[in-house]
């Protein structure tokens, strides 16, 4: 019994760790949109939430920065997947705001994945 | 004689309970982390790219916060409708994709739903999105 209960904890901490890296407790609407494709995994992910703020891999950061960081995160030589950047924007964001933020992933050398929901008719 | 009673219902054993809520929460961890995002692809051309092409007629669609400029003509949002149509008969006859640019201009007060969804409509037309964006500029007053 006591076994089952310490594998319960360990998983709850490791949970509680992986959420440091994780954008879920973000908030943001995405925008809806016809004809989407699957997005894969990314380990690159970059949010602009309900109140602007700017997020990658769920730490705030600032624009100067981004291309840089997600320089970073890109390896040498790196296959499609490992380019792709997933970008989560709340649907009221304007373009002063989302613009550069494109232009930051597009410098770093990050293939552009927008994050939307499907429109359906 | 009477027949064997099967008991449909048998309850778990008590002690099995951690082991069972453990079992549960890995298999709902496993489904959400392998649930994919669903998205829009999109790929930039360098500047490079769009610099070469400047001398060409590119299309070119201004975005306002409620409407639509293409090559000028304001389109209102009841006739962004008519949009995949007009794009798709002016990149008739262009093959190369960079012919094929379009060159999207937005102005400041943009929302990101209005833009995703023009440049979503740029691309199944077969546009290749271009951003033209403002350069920032300091200038010092005497």
């Not at chain 1, 954008?23 to 109140?51: C, F, M, Y």
């Not at chain 1, 030589?77 to 930051?104: C, G």
């Not at chain 2, 400029?69 to 990149?91: D, F, M, T, V, Y």
Request: proline letters at 5%.
């Amino acid at each position: 019994m006591a076994m089952g209960d310490i594998a319960f904890n360990l998983l709850i901490f490791f949970v509680i760790l992986a959420r440091a890296n994780d954008d879920s407790h973000l908030q943001w609407t995405p925008s809806r949109v016809e004809n989407l494709q699957t997005a894969g995994h990314s380990v690159i992910s970059v949010l602009i939430d309900k109140d602007s703020k700017l997020y990658l891999n769920g730490q705030q950061v600032g624009i100067s920065e981004l291309s840089n960081l997600i320089e970073d995160l890109i390896p040498e030589n790196p296959s499609e997947d490992e380019r792709t950047v997933l970008l989560k924007v709340h649907q009221e964001t304007l373009a002063q705001r989302f613009e550069p933020v494109i232009e930051a992933v597009s410098e770093a050398g990050g293939k552009l994945v927008h994050i939307v929901e499907e429109e359906k008719n | 004689m009477r027949g064997r009673r099967t008991r449909v219902l048998v309850e778990p054993p008590s002690h099995a309970t951690g082991d069972i809520a453990f079992n549960l929460i890995v298999f709902f961890l496993v489904c959400a982390s392998i649930q994919p995002d669903s998205g829009r692809p999109q790929t930039l051309p360098s500047a490079e790219t769009v610099e070469e092409n400047q001398q060409q007629d590119n299309i070119e669609v201004a975005m306002k916060r409620t409407a639509v400029l293409l090559n000028g003509e304001a389109l209102p949002e009841s006739q962004w409708s008519q949009l995949p149509k007009r794009l798709k008969s002016l990149l008739s006859g262009r093959s190369k994709p960079e012919d094929r640019i379009v060159v999207v201009k937005s102005d400041k007060d943009t929302p990101y739903h209005h833009w995703i969804h023009i440049t979503s409509v740029i691309e199944d037309a077969g546009g290749v999105v271009t951003l033209q964006l403002e350069e920032e500029r300091e200038v010092q007053v005497p």
